[in-house]
């Protein structure tokens, strides 16, 4: 340890010697002998029992709510009682029918004006919204007003799924369970995508995209804390799926089959690309469809209540069921439609349009509805109208590829997608094009498209969603990498103003603001903060030894930076000695919080430095009988030679 100044083998009066000190926790102690791949412990498995309950709470919830959305089709467009899920294109009203969507559109806006705003729009933004700002707390009246106005708004023919409200239905049930128990934000947020990715498992009969849509878009981590909680949930509810489905209470999975065919390859691979490259921008035209309506209504602020704009979103639903009616509902029959190939081209261009229209209208008027049904029915059409030229594959496998590469691209949950297409038909022949597709439609998404149609709402109030997951540096980095060995340290009989005067400002101790008192041998006896220099400046008999105090925190060299960011944040503290694990006396450096930025440094120098490793030089071969050269050839020299160049951000060199 440099720097160390003579001082007395004595300590001072009152500096006994040092006891070990505690860090806070066993964990932490110990940690060089715990660090492991996860961190989650065995207080996870307390909050299974509850993940089982959210799943059959949110698969009762979220088919009560397919059988709401019946009863209303059923009354608003054939005037009987019955909850089977029917659709409204068959309906025989003519003009009357374009008034039934604008009286679901009063319904709803007085529902939101005198019950809770927060069920305008089509629940997923909603959910993220509670989740990143709300501490995963969601009200109670919201799990009844939610499904309510979301099943009359598409009973009344709303163009919308029930997978969006039943996200957040089952998120809301997820909430209301962990906030009547003790449990941590964190926790809470677990239970809450829990629940929605349960309703979005118990509608499609999809566990397993179910849990992936809840992990890349709604859990905002991928730990086991988590995903193990949702898989649980997710797999709950199709159970309870598959059992209603077998005393015929449900339709059975898949709820798209398709016909077979032999596995997709070769050129139809080229085609699933231009599809994923069409699906993405696609994307882009869904999503600013969306928000330039929403742009619209908003300027009517100051002269019409938002209350009465879903009824203008109505009227619009309306004039575009005379339209194209198969537009209308849920459309989940001609989802199926798409698929089976059944819909010509001028039907598929239909559809896309009028869907889009009437869709993106009522979203912006902030109705009550989801978002994912109608992706996918205009993603299907723009895959089966593709489909007709494209060769190798019939219409409706093109239809597959155009919904999964519109979901990957407008939700940008690609592996979601992928999952999704599969599960909703169970066509495994085409994951590999599915995979294609989606990919490609993802990547287009990200270029042209700043934020989706999710995180642009959330981002519209004020907050911002970072969707992408990397490894914190924090994580893989240790104290004894960035910790500065190189350390002032001070005796105990050293005055205080005398150091004060000596710690110019701008010097490398200035900069230093914690300073460690050792005794003669070098053993820490103490530390002195930099406000207590201040404090005692005044005082010439007040010596180091007099001022210094226990450390409250130490770090050890082999533990990760995480742990110290994570000490120093609940300590409130910006600097902490670092010290020997066996002997807590022995100071070997210190790390603040500008050290931890240098993890960050370092990984921003393998983002950004761009390196040659190997080089390539022409060798020619012996003299032929002619005596010229033989051919030459390029070979990977036997000594690599390296050349980097740094690049500002935003930067690429090209070869």
């Known amino acids: ?23 806070g926790s066993d964990r932490d102690h110990s940690q060089s002998d715990t660090l492991g791949d996860f961190t989650t412990t065995p207080s996870v498995l307390k909050l299974v029992p509850l993940a089982i309950l959210i799943g059959a709470l949110g698969a009762g919830i979220s088919l009560a709510l397919l059988d709401m959305i019946g009863f209303f089709t059923n009354l608003f467009y054939y005037q009987r009682i019955s909850v089977h899920l029917v659709s409204p294109n068959a309906n025989t009203l ?37 989740i990143l700002i709300n501490g995963s707390k969601v009200q109670p009246r919201l799990a009844i007003l939610k499904p309510i106005s979301s099943a009359i708004s598409i009973g009344s023919g709303g163009p919308f799924g029930a997978e969006g409200p039943i996200i957040l239905t089952g998120g809301a049930v997820g ?4 906030q009547l128990l003790h449990l941590t934000a964190a926790q809470r947020r677990s239970l809450l995508v829990a629940g929605a990715a349960a309703g979005m498992s118990a509608v499609f009969g999809t566990p397993v995209a179910a849990t992936l849509f809840g992990v890349e878009l ?29 005393a015929h209470l449900v339709a059975p999975q898949p709820i798209f089959p398709v016909p077979s065919h032999a596995p997709l390859g070769g050129v139809v691979l080229l085609g699933a690309a231009g599809v994923g490259i069409a699906c993405g921008f696609a994307a882009w035209l869904m999503t600013q469809a969306v928000y330039r309506f929403e742009d619209l209504f908003k300027k009517l602020t100051g002269h019409i209540h938002w209350m009465w704009w879903p009824m203008i979103g109505g009227l619009l639903i309306g004039l575009g ?6 537009a209308l509902g849920v459309g989940y029959d001609s989802i199926h439609a798409e698929l089976l190939g059944e819909l010509g081209i001028g039907a598929l261009i239909s559809l896309f349009v009028v869907k889009l229209v009437i869709w993106s209208g009522a979203l912006g008027s902030g109705t ?56 909703l038909t169970h066509d495994q022949n085409s994951l590999l094009a599915l995979l294609v597709a989606a990919t490609i439609a993802h990547l287009v998404s990200v270029l042209v498209l700043k934020r989706s149609i999710l995180t642009e709402k959330v981002a519209r109030r004020g907050f911002h969603v970072m969707r992408e997951y990397a490894v914190d540096p924090l994580e893989a980095t240790f104290v004894r990498e960035v910790m500065e060995a190189e350390v002032y340290t001070i005796n105990p009989d050293r005055s205080i ?5 000596t710690l110019a400002e701008g010097t490398p101790a200035r900069r230093q603001r914690l300073y460690p008192v050792v005794d003669a041998s070098g053993r820490l006896l103490g530390i002195v903060p930099w406000s207590h220099v201040l404090a005692e400046r005044s005082h010439p008999r007040r010596t180091a030894g007099d001022a210094m105090v226990r450390p409250v925190a130490v770090a050890y060299p082999d533990e990760i930076l995480r742990s110290i960011a994570d000490r120093m944040a609940s300590l409130e503290l910006g600097v902490l000695p670092v010290v020997d694990r066996s002997d807590p006396t022995n100071l070997l450096g210190l790390i603040s919080q500008f050290d931890l930025l240098r993890a960050r440094q370092k990984l921003l120098e393998e983002e950004r430095t761009v390196e040659r ?36 951000p935003g930067e690429v060199e090209m070869p």
């Open 1 to 23: 340890m440099s720097g160390v100044e003579e001082s007395s083998t004595e300590a001072p009066c009152g500096a006994s010697e040092p006891e070990p000190i505690e860090v």
């Open 321 to 326: 069921g005379l339209v194209d009616p198969r």
């Open 94 to 130: 003519g003009w009357i029918a374009v008034i039934i969507p604008v009286g679901g559109g009063l319904i709803v806006g007085i529902m939101a004006r005198y019950g809770s705003e927060q069920i305008r729009g089509h629940g997923i933004p909603e959910a993220m919204e509670r």
């Open 218 to 246: 709604l859990a905002f981590e991928f730990r086991p804390r988590s995903m193990v909680l949702i898989g649980i949930a997710a797999a709950t509810a199709d159970g309870l799926r598959m059992v209603m489905a077998s």
């Open 368 to 423: 009550s509805g989801g978002i994912l049904a109608p992706i996918m029915m205009m993603g299907a059409a723009l895959g089966g109208v593709l489909g007709h030229a494209l060769p190798g594959a019939s219409p409706g496998v093109w239809a597959l590829l155009g919904l999964s590469g519109a979901m990957a691209g407008v939700t940008r949950s690609p592996f979601t997608a992928i999952i999704f297409a599969f599960e």
């Open 497 to 501: 103003p005398d150091l004060y005067s």
């Open 175 to 178: 909430s209301i369970v962990g």
């Open 613 to 648: 490793i190997l080089t390539l030089r022409r060798v020619r071969g012996p003299l032929r009988g002619d005596g010229t050269d033989g051919s030459a050839s390029e070979v990977p020299l036997d000594g690599v030679a390296t050349t980097s160049v740094s690049l500002p």
